[in-house]
């Protein structure tokens, strides 16, 4: 890719950062900000519209207070809906550099979850953009699972140990990160894990963790990272670790998804340790479809997590 592709706009003359090379991509993002999502229908009142369903959803946004500032939170529930004796603390993705509360993957996924009587708060974290790196958005994580577990009968109306953690993409490294730092801290872990789409490795397609520095996901990862020494770290890659101890897991991996490898293998690896496992594969699903409201394999998704978590 030429630089003048790279820079090619999409719309109102702004650069598509996802077909940059990552250290533009990055540069770009740091300056700029993220870019508004161009889709006119992903909105919440576009949601509402287009299903119905979740129209009792209410929603309250709160901040915790991270290391490094306040972390942005979004509660999600439907006082209509059939309580299931469970909620979600629930992290987006976007790569470690883009992705927030108003994104599909996000916000429409948290209404799904709440309509289904599966109260949700969503998080945000830092982004990996300048100097900030790992621990930094796995630190917020861990501020806001900490705060709602402390909080989870007023925001939620369940008990503590009724949580699940979950995330997808970035969202599930994170998320599986925290899980690795709150056991090896002896601090009470989730009552389930959920990760979509995972990336648990540093080499997500290998499954591995050795990085191709010339790649895009190599990048990526130490970008995350910060350094060579943390690409080695299994409470920054969950996937480099034994899983001993992890509560039980939900994975859900995509046919035709580059990363799905990462998952797979860290489903061997948590069920070689005695963790109840799950592994479903959503035929003819790419990585990102629940950042799709409506996309048949999105759909599938929700309803499979939700299942898994009111079981």
Same mark, same amino acid.
């Given at each position: 890719?030429?630089?003048?592709? =790279?820079?090619?706009?999409?719309?109102?003359?702004?650069?598509?950062?996802?077909?940059?090379? %990552?250290?533009?991509?990055?540069?770009?993002?740091?300056?700029?900000?993220?870019? =508004?999502?161009?889709?006119?229908?992903? $909105?919440?009142?576009?949601?509402?519209?287009?299903?119905?369903?979740?129209?009792?959803?209410?929603?309250?946004?709160?901040?915790?207070?991270?290391?490094?500032?306040?972390?942005?939170?979004?509660?999600?529930?439907?006082?209509?809906?059939?309580?299931?004796?469970?909620?979600?603390?629930?992290? *987006?993705?976007?790569?470690?550099?883009?992705?927030?509360?108003?994104?599909?993957?996000?916000?429409?996924?948290?209404?799904? @979850?709440?309509?289904?009587?599966?109260? %949700?708060?969503?998080? $945000?974290?830092?982004?990996?953009?300048?100097?900030?790196?790992?621990?930094?958005?796995?630190?917020?994580? @861990?501020? =806001?699972?900490?705060?709602?577990?402390?909080?989870?009968?007023?925001?939620?109306?369940?008990?503590?140990? !009724?949580?699940?953690?979950?995330?997808?993409?970035?969202?599930?490294?994170?998320?599986?990160?925290?899980?690795?730092?709150?056991?090896?801290?002896?601090?009470?872990?989730?009552?389930?894990?959920?990760?979509?789409?995972?990336?648990?490795?540093?080499?997500?397609?290998?499954? !591995?963790?050795?990085?191709?520095?010339?790649?895009?996901?190599?990048?990526?990862?130490?970008?995350?990272?910060?350094?060579?020494?943390?690409?080695?770290?299994?409470?920054?890659?969950?996937?480099?670790?034994?899983?001993?101890?992890?509560?039980?897991?939900?994975?859900?991996?995509?046919?035709?998804?580059?990363?799905?490898?990462?998952?797979?293998?860290?489903?061997?690896?948590?069920?070689?340790?005695?963790?109840?496992?799950?592994?479903?594969?959503?035929?003819?699903?790419?990585?990102? *479809?629940?950042?799709?409201?409506?996309?048949?394999?999105?759909?599938?998704?929700?309803?499979?997590?939700?299942?898994?978590?009111?079981?």
């Amino acid at each position: 890719m030429t630089g003048t592709e =790279a820079l090619e706009t999409d719309t109102a003359g702004v650069p598509d950062f996802r077909r940059m090379p %990552v250290p533009e991509a990055i540069r770009w993002l740091a300056e700029h900000g993220e870019p =508004a999502d161009p889709r006119p229908d992903i $909105d919440t009142a576009s949601l509402v519209r287009r299903f119905p369903h979740l129209a009792g959803v209410a929603t309250e946004d709160r901040t915790v207070e991270g290391r490094r500032g306040p972390v942005p939170i979004r509660i999600y529930s439907d006082a209509a809906a059939t309580p299931t004796g469970r909620a979600l603390v629930w992290v *987006h993705g976007g790569a470690f550099i883009g992705g927030h509360l108003d994104m599909p993957e996000s916000n429409w996924v948290a209404r799904e @979850l709440a309509a289904r009587g599966i109260p %949700v708060v969503s998080i $945000d974290y830092a982004k990996c953009l300048g100097d900030v790196h790992y621990p930094v958005p796995s630190d917020d994580v @861990l501020a =806001a699972w900490r705060y709602v577990r402390n909080a989870a009968a007023e925001l939620v109306a369940v008990e503590p140990q !009724s949580l699940v953690l979950g995330g997808a993409s970035a969202g599930s490294t994170l998320t599986a990160s925290a899980v690795t730092r709150l056991r090896d801290a002896g601090e009470p872990l989730p009552a389930g894990l959920v990760l979509v789409y995972p990336v648990l490795h540093p080499n997500g397609p290998a499954g !591995s963790a050795t990085v191709d520095l010339g790649s895009p996901h190599g990048q990526l990862a130490l970008n995350y990272a910060g350094t060579d020494e943390t690409l080695t770290d299994s409470q920054a890659f969950a996937g480099l670790g034994d899983g001993h101890e992890f509560p039980p897991t939900l994975i859900v991996v995509c046919e035709l998804d580059d990363l799905r490898t990462s998952g797979e293998r860290f489903a061997e690896t948590v069920a070689a340790a005695g963790v109840d496992v799950h592994l479903r594969l959503e035929a003819g699903a790419r990585h990102g *479809h629940i950042d799709q409201p409506g996309d048949q394999g999105a759909l599938r998704t929700i309803d499979a997590v939700a299942a898994w978590i009111g079981r």
